[in-house]
């Protein structure tokens, strides 16, 4: 008797633009004070957004503005883009079985990896079609981009100040990891985070950031190794 091949698992149906529409509201009005900045320091309105389409580095670009108005070498500045930027070395390593087979995408999404397009890349279910993935990753640093279009534009028009923008950050990380808490199957992490910057801030003030990256990192590896002790039979 002919043997029946067994039925794929139907692809998820997922609205891409509801998924990036959070990051939207981070991306716009932070491209915005990007873009209004880079143009007060003195650079053409076009330079903003043609550093967005290709550098797209969020903290790195913000951290170019002065570096570019002190006349600083564009090696120094390249260096410190890498340590800025080194963190998504992890990132990617932890994603090599999520991202596609398909050599542009894979590569796109290297490239646009920036922690809000990791947070939402690691939210969507098994068998995300490429053409998904690809379209979050697009439409996130469309809104990068477009922001930044906005703030040089304005910049290079008018003298005005965008003070308080700069919250859109916070709020962002903040929608983003109630989503992450939502879609796992465990508050464990959420509360190694939160333990570990209490327990640093009360130690360490100066380095309460670094030092609870470290808390958290060591929390995962205890945690790691205790799950697999429990697995061995």
Excluded: C
Aim: glycine fraction near 6%; aromatic fraction near 12%.
């Amino acid at each position: 008797m002919p043997v029946t091949p067994p039925l794929k698992p139907p692809v998820p149906q997922i609205s891409v633009l509801s998924l990036s529409v959070p990051v939207a509201m981070g991306y716009v009005p932070l491209g915005m004070v990007f873009g209004f900045l880079f143009v007060q320091a003195g650079a053409p309105w076009w330079l903003a957004v043609f550093a967005s389409v290709l550098v797209f580095a969020g903290a790195a670009q913000f951290m170019m503005v002065p570096m570019l108005a002190a006349g600083l070498p564009w090696a120094s500045l390249a260096l410190a883009t890498l340590v800025v930027n080194l963190r998504h070395v992890f990132y990617g390593l932890s994603l090599l079985d999520k991202l596609p087979a398909k050599r542009w995408a894979r590569w796109y999404l290297v490239f646009a990896l920036t922690d809000e397009t990791y947070s939402v890349l690691t939210t969507l279910p098994p068998g995300t079609s490429t053409r998904q993935m690809v379209t979050v990753a697009l439409l996130n640093q469309g809104w990068w981009v477009l922001g930044t279009l906005l703030g040089a534009v304005i910049g290079a028009q008018a003298q005005i100040s965008l003070v308080g923008l700069d919250f859109a950050l916070a709020a962002l990380f903040a929608v983003l990891a109630v989503e992450q808490w939502r879609s796992a199957d465990s508050a464990a992490p959420l509360w190694v985070a939160v333990l570990s910057y209490a327990l640093a801030w009360a130690l360490l003030p100066q380095q309460a950031l670094l030092t609870a990256i470290g808390l958290s990192v060591l929390a995962g590896l205890f945690w790691r190794t205790s799950a697999a002790r429990e697995l061995r039979p």
